[in-house]
T-cell receptor, first 116, second 110 residues
Framework: GAVVSQHPSRVICKSGTSVKIECRSLDFQATTMFWYRQFPKKSLMLMATSNEGSKATYEQGVEKDKFLINHASLTLSTLTVTSAHPEDSSFYIC????????????FGNGTRLTVT | TQLLEQSPQFLSIQEGENLTVYCNSSSVFSSLQWYRQEPGEGPVLLVTVVTGGEVKKLKRLTFQFGDARKDSSLHITAAQPGDTGLYLCAVVQGAQKLVFGQGTRLTINP
């Protein structure tokens, strides 16, 4: 079945540094990828929609200059958390959809970011 | 305002008991999905319901879509510790965004 791979699965960084998270679709071309954030014991909150070859669409309240999204190819989207702060610590999950609008979403296994 | 209201948000029961969790909204949806998520992993799709009144079974899990397509329920029969996890309902909003409810965190005690 379709697989979405996220890397790294865990990362610890210091305040003020930037962290890049990769999301890859392994056996299909993903024209659209989505980035979610999940706080402990909470649900997934959509951060942004990433379309290949164009700028990401951010949800209300999400700082686009802080959470940089690049979807440069049909199999890779990256999320860079810039100038990280402890409150950015969270579980970040990506998902990807094949070209067809009705096709299901496939989720990655998430990245646990801890900012110290 | 939360688009999808899930209840209860937390549920802890003994192995062998039955349970039902709910996903409610004031909006009408063309379809609704249920996911299960385990700690440190991404959510996994369990089922998609499409037709009002539809009932789908997945082993001991029974999913129902409300007649008016505004709500859904998940019933688990004879719960087992392996059923422990976060259960999420979700709908597609707009062209393609998947929006989740707050989730029901289920714990099945041996």
């Amino acid at each position: 079945g379709a697989v979405v791979s996220q890397h790294p699965s865990r990362v610890i960084c210091k305040s003020g540094t930037s962290v890049k998270i990769e999301c890859r679709s392994l056996d299909f071309q993903a024209t659209t990828m989505f980035w979610y954030r999940q706080f402990p014991k909470k649900s997934l909150m959509l951060m942004a929609t990433s379309n290949e070859g164009s700028k990401a669409t951010y949800e209300q309240g999400v700082e686009k200059d802080k959470f940089l999204i690049n979807h440069a190819s049909l199999t890779l989207s990256t999320l860079t958390v810039t100038s990280a702060h402890p409150e950015d610590s969270s579980f970040y999950i990506c998902s990807a959809r094949w070209a067809s609008r009705g096709s299901p979403l496939h989720f990655g296994n998430g990245t646990r970011l801890t900012v110290t | 305002t939360q688009l999808l209201e899930q209840s209860p948000q937390f549920l802890s029961i003994q192995e062998g008991e039955n349970l039902t969790v709910y996903c409610n909204s004031s909006s009408v949806f063309s379809s609704l999905q249920w996911y299960r998520q385990e700690p440190g992993e991404g959510p996994v799709l369990l089922v998609t319901v499409v037709t009002g009144g539809e009932v789908k079974k997945l082993k001991r899990l029974t999913f129902q879509f409300g007649d008016a397509r505004k709500d859904s329920s998940l019933h688990i029969t004879a719960a087992q510790p392996g059923d422990t996890g976060l259960y999420l309902c979700a709908v597609v909003q707009g062209a393609q965004k998947l929006v989740f409810g707050q989730g029901t965190r289920l714990t099945i005690n041996p």
